[in-house]
């Protein structure tokens, strides 16, 4: 099993807009790696571009995509469904069987029976990294993820990531605090701004990508 990624002077545009040009890098076995960068440099927009939801303008991407599991800033909760219904339906999309473990590691035990609907954004946010866990994926994408966690929350994810590393995993993950998460690498996305870059507001140069 492949769970290497490799990237090669890969350059994203925003709608016709360059965010960042020629970044490289490599990540091997149990390497975690924080995106670091302003606002608007461009963090999520690779987190979604290694997902294979966003395209690369140049360069290339090596990776076994079975491996990726992308958390992004929306938590892919179903609101009718109660936490467990919700994990049970993605346990059977990635034939994972951990659930009972996944839900006490991410303390969401006594939630069980809660709807999506009624979880605070705190709670939706562990469910939304639970769903990833569950996955069994050897590639973890998380954008911002302890957004919303207090203190006791990020740390346990933060614990969470370092065994999955430590288990031979990679993390690629953004964020503005420190999350306190050992052995880690930093990349900056505002080292591949462009030259002459200026931010600018794409809606007024027309459209969305
Ligand atoms: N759908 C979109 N259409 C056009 N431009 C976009 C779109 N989404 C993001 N952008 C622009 O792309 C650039 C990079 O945005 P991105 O969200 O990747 O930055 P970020 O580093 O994750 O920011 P933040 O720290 O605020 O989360 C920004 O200038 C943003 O305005």
Redesign the pocket.
């Known amino acids: 099993m492949n769970m290497s990624l490799s990237v090669q002077n890969i350059s994203?545009l925003?709608?016709g807009?360059a965010?960042f040009e020629n970044l490289s890098f490599d990540l091997k076995k149990g390497d975690c790696l924080v995106?670091r960068?302003?606002?608007?440099?461009?963090?999520?927009?690779?987190?979604?571009t290694l997902a294979g939801i966003l395209p690369s303008a140049t360069g290339e991407i090596h990776c076994d995509p079975a491996q990726i599991s992308y958390a992004g800033?929306l938590d892919a909760i179903k609101a009718q469904l109660t936490v467990r219904e919700n994990l049970t339906f993605w346990a059977g999309i990635y034939d994972a069987g951990n659930l009972d473990r996944v839900l006490s590691e991410f303390d969401l035990t006594t939630l069980a029976d809660r709807y999506g609907q009624t979880l605070s954004a705190g709670q939706r946010r562990r469910l939304g990294l639970a769903r990833m866990i569950l996955t069994e994926c050897q590639i973890w994408l998380l954008?911002?993820p302890t957004n919303s966690l207090d203190a006791e929350h990020a740390a346990i994810f933060a614990k969470a990531v370092n065994k999955h590393c430590s288990n031979g995993g990679v993390a690629v993950l953004?964020s503005?605090i420190d999350l306190h998460i050992p052995n880690t690498q930093t990349l900056d996305?505002s080292d591949f701004a462009p030259t002459g870059a200026t931010?600018t507001?794409?809606?007024l140069q027309g459209?969305?990508?």
């Open positions: 994203c925003r709608a807009r965010i995106l960068g302003p606002n608007g440099s461009g963090k999520t927009t690779l987190l979604k800033h954008d911002e953004s503005h996305l931010e507001d794409p809606f459209g969305f990508s």
